[in-house]
Structures are given as structure tokens and as C-alpha cells.
């Protein structure tokens, strides 16, 4: 072979390194950081700038309503509601009320409870209301969702009161 040839292949060779290197990389940022997030431009005609989206910010804890002001025997119901609180790790003390609609947990900026710690995954784990009860699935983790200390690895019904593991932080859920 000539030189020339033996130079287009270390060249060839060099650059085809350098691009699985580059896709690494690529993939290791996407992981811990999520995917890049895309600016949306404003539609012509529209003078207000865009809003950015809000996070979800912990609700209040439901409180008993009053019982009604006469005497008689009439009582007001109380609508128990399920809430998650935080018990442990860096949002400790956060409390979320929850609906009927499923929660994803994770490091992502849509998931419903936003956990960046480095032992959490982009889309970690899921609650969502099966039955009338809570179920936890993990959404294939890295590190694991962990109910009462033991690994979940199908959807599994969460007790009231009963810790639940994603990451560094600790949850439970209350009436």
C-alpha cells in the first residue's frame, strides 16, 4: 500500500474514534441532564413574551372544614384526601396533594415531583391510582424504587405510611 492510502485510513480511522467518543458523551449528558430543551419562538403578532412553564409547587395540607353553625344533627363531611410528604432528603417536609391522575417521579423537568440528586434517574418512578389504591412502579432506574426496603420491581400497592425509596429521598403517603 502507499502512503497516501495508509494516511486516508488513519485519518478515516482517527475520525470515526473521535465521533463514538463524541456520541458517548452525547449519551452520558442526556442521561444526567435530560434532553436539551428547545426555545419555541414567539408567533408573530404576539407583543407578550413567552411564559416558561411553572413547577409544580407543593399544595397545602387539607384541612377539616368547619361543622356547620347550628346545633342540630347534621355534620359536615370531611374528604379525606391522599398527600404525599417528603420525610427525608434535601425537599424534607414537602407535602403534594394528590388527584386521580398518575405522578412520575424523577430528575426530569416534566415529571410531577422533581428530585435532582445523582442517585435518582431521568424518569425514576411512577404513582398512579389503580383500584382506589396507590400503586409504585419503577420505570426501569438505575438505582431502584424502594418500598418499605425492599427493591419494587413490578407495580406494588404502597400502604399508608409505609416509607417509599427513590434516590436520596424518602416519601410516604397520608390521608
Request: glycine share 8%; no cysteine; charged share 20%.
Amino acid at each position: 500500500m502507499s502512503e497516501l492510502t495508509l494516511l486516508v485510513l488513519r485519518i478515516g480511522f482517527l475520525l470515526l474514534l473521535w465521533m463514538f467518543v463524541f456520541g458517548i458523551v452525547y449519551a452520558l449528558r442526556t442521561d444526567l441532564f435530560g434532553p436539551r430543551a428547545r426555545k419555541t419562538q414567539p408567533q408573530a403578532g404576539s407583543d407578550a413574551p413567552p411564559t416558561p412553564p411553572q413547577p409544580m409547587r407543593a399544595a397545602p395540607a387539607p384541612t377539616r372544614p368547619a361543622q356547620a353553625p347550628s346545633g342540630g344533627t347534621q355534620q359536615a363531611t370531611v374528604h379525606n384526601t391522599t398527600r404525599l410528604v417528603i420525610v427525608s432528603g434535601p425537599k424534607q417536609g414537602t407535602e403534594l396533594a394528590l388527584g386521580r391522575e398518575p405522578i412520575t417521579i424523577g430528575r426530569s423537568a416534566d415529571s410531577g415531583l422533581i428530585i435532582r440528586d445523582d442517585y435518582t434517574s431521568t424518569h425514576h418512578a411512577r404513582l398512579m391510582l389503580w383500584n382506589d389504591e396507590w400503586m409504585v412502579q419503577d420505570l426501569d432506574s438505575t438505582n431502584g424504587t424502594f418500598l418499605a426496603g425492599k427493591r419494587v420491581s413490578v407495580p406494588t400497592q404502597i400502604p399508608l405510611d409505609t416509607p417509599v425509596k427513590v434516590g436520596q429521598t424518602s416519601f410516604e403517603l397520608r390521608r
